[in-house]
């Protein structure tokens, strides 16, 4: 992949005029917000070289702060809960630090994801919140997660114990199953392993699983007890590299998965086996509701697929990825699997990096851009009805629970 190159002052000049003439909101802005109607959001400088967080007061028409939390680095995630929010420092920054909506600025720990000094890294990806004592770390880089206190008060207070991953553990050198999303749903933790090998998703013999544990007892629930005893307990995905979770209550749990839309890196043809799965809760099936195409029909009208937002019964969004920063917008309906193979209007092939789905039941898209980094809020109907400029790149979208 080749980075984005201009400076993020640039950048931030350009947006700042660019939405005041179009009559989005400004990127800039007061440091003074706080409040539970507060979207945090994860930011990226376009050349990668720095990130930052902002927040959106959806109470008054949708205000941003300037940046609260900046950083020199910028592969960071973000978890939010309550009145605080966390940025996480992913591959070999190894992090969790935390901040509360009355003093956003102000850091209030930031403590070590790593299990000894010496680790490489344990380049941890998310956050999984039980309640506001204890909360789940999923790191990526290893075959343990974390049972944490997100109020600990010390380092040494902050870690509570392990859920054990390592019956998942791929066939390559990093000894991980490179778990990459967790998400709770009915008291049950549910968290999605890539199991990629050597970095390649392609690999028939390695299936991603996702383990599934109490949250009560911390114990891990055998998916499917009447097979082998000796097989591992969790669900085996037919897709390969998954992203991550959706969850919409009465809708159901899905996921999606990219497949392998970069294997010309390795020399190989670019692999459709991705798609978006429905995980059943009850009895922990899996049905395959938008394929990616089949490997050999060159049909594949949505690219590989990205991130997946659930908004109702009938209405879900899912990016499209054809190449690095061409990206589309999809419509399809979670019911009946049925997915428009046009992309919604106004967002084809631009550099749509993170999507969410927002209190008022309109879609957050997150667009990357030099000149205009930028939130988009699309309508159910799918049409756009609001603009918010930022400061940089958008790269995660957290709203309050």
């Not at 941003?64 to 900046?70: D, E, R, Y």
């Not at 680790?119 to 770390?137: E, G, I, W």
């Not at 690095?324 to 967002?347: C, H, I, K, M, R």
Request: glycine fraction near 10%; charge should be negative; proline fraction near 7%.
């Amino acid at each position: 992949m080749t980075t984005r190159t201009l400076l993020r002052t640039v950048s931030a000049t350009l947006a700042a005029l660019l939405l005041a003439a179009c009559g989005g909101s400004g990127g800039g802005g007061s440091t003074e917000l706080a409040g539970a109607n507060v979207a945090v959001v994860a930011t990226v400088a376009p050349d990668f070289s720095g990130s930052n967080t902002q927040l959106i007061d959806l109470d008054n028409d949708f205000e941003t702060t300037a940046g609260l939390t900046p950083r020199d680095r910028s592969d960071y995630a973000l978890a939010r809960f309550g009145g605080h929010f966390y940025p996480i420092g992913r591959f070999q920054i190894d992090t969790v630090a935390k901040y509360s909506f009355d003093a956003p600025t102000q850091q209030i720990y930031e403590y070590s994801a790593l299990d000894t000094p010496e680790d490489p890294t344990s380049n941890p990806a998310d956050l999984v919140f039980v309640d506001a004592r204890k909360a789940y770390l999923v790191r990526r880089g290893s075959d343990k997660i974390w049972i944490v206190d997100p109020s600990a008060e010390s380092e040494a207070a902050f870690k509570l114990g392990e859920l054990d991953l390592s019956a998942y553990r791929d066939a390559d050198a990093s000894g991980s199953p490179e778990p990459i999303d967790g998400v709770i749903v009915d008291g049950r933790l549910y968290v999605v392993m890539q199991r990629t090998v050597d970095n390649s998703p392609s690999d028939p013999g390695t299936s991603p699983f996702v383990a599934v544990f109490d949250v009560a007892t911390d114990q891990e629930i055998d998916t499917n007890p009447d097979d082998d005893a000796s097989n591992p307990k969790g669900i085996a995905l037919d897709v390969r590299n998954p992203n991550g979770f959706a969850y919409a209550p009465g809708v159901g749990l899905f996921l999606s998965a990219t497949g392998d839309p970069f294997a010309s890196f390795r020399g190989e043809p670019r692999r459709y086996n991705g798609g978006i799965v429905r995980i059943d809760t009850t009895d922990f099936s899996t049905t395959l509701v938008v394929d990616d195409g089949p490997e050999t029909s060159g049909e594949h009208p949505y690219g590989s697929i990205g991130d997946l937002v659930i908004l109702d019964a009938d209405t879900a969004f899912f990016s499209g990825l054809e190449a690095f920063q061409n990206t589309s917008l999809f419509a399809f309906n979670p019911t009946t699997g049925v997915a428009n193979e046009t992309p919604v209007a106004g967002y084809a092939g631009i550099d749509i990096v993170t999507l969410a789905g927002g209190p008022e039941g309109n879609l957050w898209v997150g667009i990357g851009s030099v000149d205009m980094p930028r939130i988009e809020l699309v309508s159910p109907d799918q049409q756009t009805v609001q603009t918010i400029g930022l400061i940089q790149n958008p790269t995660a979208i957290r709203f309050a629970d």
